[in-house]
């Protein structure tokens, strides 16, 4: 079974740090300033790492639960690091009836991570997602932008091998 307390090392650079605080610079005292600051960090480190949000929250006057709150509400944002190489598994209705939580556990069990997470080598992350749009492909994995469809658990490995 995959280890789902997987914490991966915060790898900002010291020149993500700078240009987070020259936006912040810009924009501090500014009213409705949140979301553009959470877009700001997501775009400079590609997710939300908590040093980032401490460094947001300090700079800004802002709470820090305040940006995990906004944070949270919103899909288009991750807390999470994501791999050089993203899996996504649909378990929508049409792609969870026809067997995706096998081919979920079969992705976890190739990566040695569980859904939400990223390998320790940054290579690959898993996520579970809701529909994608591919119903008549069901169950339905992403990687990167590669459509694989009408899949079984077994195919899951191989697919994975090829991004390796």
């Known amino acids: 079974m995959p280890n789902c307390k997987t914490v991966v090392p915060y790898r900002g650079t010291q ?4 240009r987070l605080r020259r936006f912040l610079q810009d924009h501090k005292g500014q009213p409705g300033a949140v979301m553009p600051v959470l877009q700001e960090i997501q775009s400079i480190f590609g997710y939300l790492p908590e040093e980032a949000l401490i460094i947001a929250a ?14 949270s509400f919103y899909a288009q944002f991750s807390f999470n690091p994501k791999g050089v190489h993203q899996v996504s598994v649909c378990l929508g209705t049409a792609c969870y009836v026809k067997g995706a939580a096998e081919v979920l556990e079969a992705a976890e069990k190739k990566l040695g991570i569980c859904n939400g997470s990223i390998t320790l080598d940054g290579r690959f992350s898993l996520d579970a997602t809701r529909c994608i749009g ?4 069901a169950p339905v994995m992403m990687v990167d932008s590669d459509v694989y469809g009408r899949l079984t658990p077994d195919q899951v490995g191989p697919i994975l091998d090829k991004y390796m």
């Open 15 to 18: 020149e993500q740090e700078d």
């Open 58 to 71: 300090e700079e800004m006057d802002i709470s820090l639960s305040e940006l995990y709150s906004v944070g």
């Open 134 to 137: 591919a119903c008549g492909l």
